[in-house]
């Protein structure tokens, strides 16, 4: 028992070590780095993979499929397993696809799929940095960068404990998002093959 005691705590300072909080003069010139980097962006593809960790459930469920983005509000979410759906995004517009059947809701009646929407989108141009609805941290890791934010309000906390922002070191850009509850379930997505900027057709958000 002794051994692992000891184990966790050279455990947790390793972790403590390569985690740590950015200095004020930091976190500006990261703020600044990553405005100038997403203003670069018309347009971004990525394929990514979801893993949703809920505690009544023995493994993690696990989707996968591809994110296209679009500048400045269309987002189309295409999973391609376990089962092929699109959600899409367009101005105050959600459109879910499945199979041969399509159905458009205004945003303002899916509040929780609007806040989502503009979770997304913030964390891809920095906008959510200094959002007054969030308290923000920010860290340098090995990965990169670390952004946690804390939303404020009563209502928010009921359904959200905090959303993490991984951002690579090389190119300030979100190379995961991770969604965390009140009951410290969470759900990770993790974005690769990425790319700036592709000729994507405007076809693919028609709902």
């Known amino acids: 028992m002794k051994k692992l005691a000891i184990l966790f705590l050279v455990l947790l300072a390793t972790f403590s070590l390569a985690q740590n909080r950015m200095s004020y003069n930091e976190i500006i010139n990261f703020k600044k780095s990553v405005k100038t980097e997403m203003n670069k962006i018309n347009t971004f593809s990525a394929t990514f993979t979801e893993t949703k960790h809920l505690s009544f459930l023995k493994k993690p ?10 500048n400045p509000n269309k987002v189309l979410w295409q999973y391609t397993s376990p089962s092929k759906t699109s959600v899409i995004f367009v101005d105050n517009k959600i459109t879910l696809k499945q199979a041969n059947k399509s159905k458009t809701t205004d945003l303002s009646r899916q509040k929780n799929f609007a806040q989502l929407n503009a979770l997304i989108i913030g964390s891809f141009n920095g906008d959510l940095f200094d959002n007054p609805a969030f308290e923000s941290d920010f860290y340098t890791n090995t ?40 009951s410290n379930d969470y759900t990770q997505i993790l974005f690769s093959n990425k790319s700036i900027n592709p000729n994507i057709s405007p076809s693919i958000f028609r709902p």
Do not use: C, H, N
């Open 61 to 70: 469920t696990v989707s996968k499929g591809k994110f296209y983005l679009q």
């Open 143 to 182: 990965k990169g960068f670390l952004v946690r934010l804390m939303p404020k309000s009563k209502t928010a906390k009921k359904y959200l404990k905090r959303i993490e922002l991984q951002f690579d070191k090389q190119v300030d850009m979100v190379s995961e998002v991770k969604l965390i509850e009140p």
